[in-house]
T-cell receptor, first 115, second 108 residues
Framework: DVKVTQSSRYLVKRTGEKVFLECVQD?????MFWYRQDPGLGLRLIYF???????EKGDIPEGYSVSREKKERFSLILESASTNQTSMYLC??????????????FGPGTRLTVL | KNEVEQSPQNLTAQEGEFITINCSYS?????LHWLQQHPGGGIVSLFM???GKKKHGRLIATINIQEKHSSLHITASHPRDSAVYIC??????????FGTGTRLQVFP
């Protein structure tokens, strides 16, 4: 059974803290994604990685950075958490093989609250 | 204007009703996806289609490429179908563009 896992389901942090969200996939996928999901706005792409050590900014990268040192792991970093980063964070992965083009597999999500 | 628009935003139904959720998009696509998100957050893929129609159990997805429109139908709806249904489109990249979702509640 294919799987995308995220390090925490719920997280509470204080303003100014450095926050790490970890995502691991076991499908040998090349692509990995970080999204945030807010009511009425849907999923918005924060960062995208298409290979180890490669990253590309999404629609809302400000205040975030990412790290992909190994193929299976993609980390999202909030350098200095702020209250407007309170949100649901979802990780996803996908293969670049044509037969499964674009199909993304999602983790369970991390609900982050910044106080 | 959003590139992917879903309607309705919210939908309530009685158990057994036939349900339709619509998705319109404004970009050229390689594939359209229907996703389901239950309370608690996890998102699962229901369908990926680039033409015609697909069926899985009580769920049917159709797409009209010329009209840039897709529909998701649920026959004989059940309370366990209550979820948020999300339409997403893929262009000639590895990324998806998401609609804002349709929240469905089915009451017994």
């Amino acid at each position: 059974d294919v799987k995308v896992t995220q390090s925490s389901r719920y997280l509470v942090k204080r303003t100014g803290e450095k926050v790490f969200l970890e995502c691991v996939q076991d499908m040998d996928h090349e692509n990995m994604f970080w999204y945030r999901q807010d009511p009425g706005l849907g999923l918005r792409l924060i960062y995208f990685s298409y290979d180890v050590k490669m990253k590309e900014k999404g629609d809302i990268p400000e205040g975030y950075s990412v790290s992909r040192e190994k193929k299976e792991r993609f980390s999202l970093i909030l350098e200095s958490a702020s209250t407007n980063q309170t949100s649901m964070y979802l990780c996803a992965s996908s293969s670049r093989v044509a037969s499964s083009y674009n199909e993304q597999f999602f983790g369970p999500g991390t609900r982050l609250t910044v106080l | 204007k959003n590139e992917v628009e879903q309607s309705p935003q919210n939908l309530t139904a009685q158990e057994g009703e036939f349900i339709t959720i619509n998705c319109s998009y404004s970009v050229g696509i390689s594939a359209l996806h229907w996703l389901q998100q239950h309370p608690g957050g996890g998102i699962v893929s229901l369908f990926m289609l680039s033409s015609g129609k697909k069926k899985h159990g009580r769920l049917i997805a159709t797409i009209n490429i010329q009209e840039k429109h897709s529909s998701l139908h649920i026959t004989a709806s059940h309370p366990r179908d209550s979820a948020v249904y999300i339409c997403a489109v893929g262009e000639d990249t590895d990324k998806l563009i998401f609609g804002t979702g349709t929240r469905l509640q089915v009451f017994p």
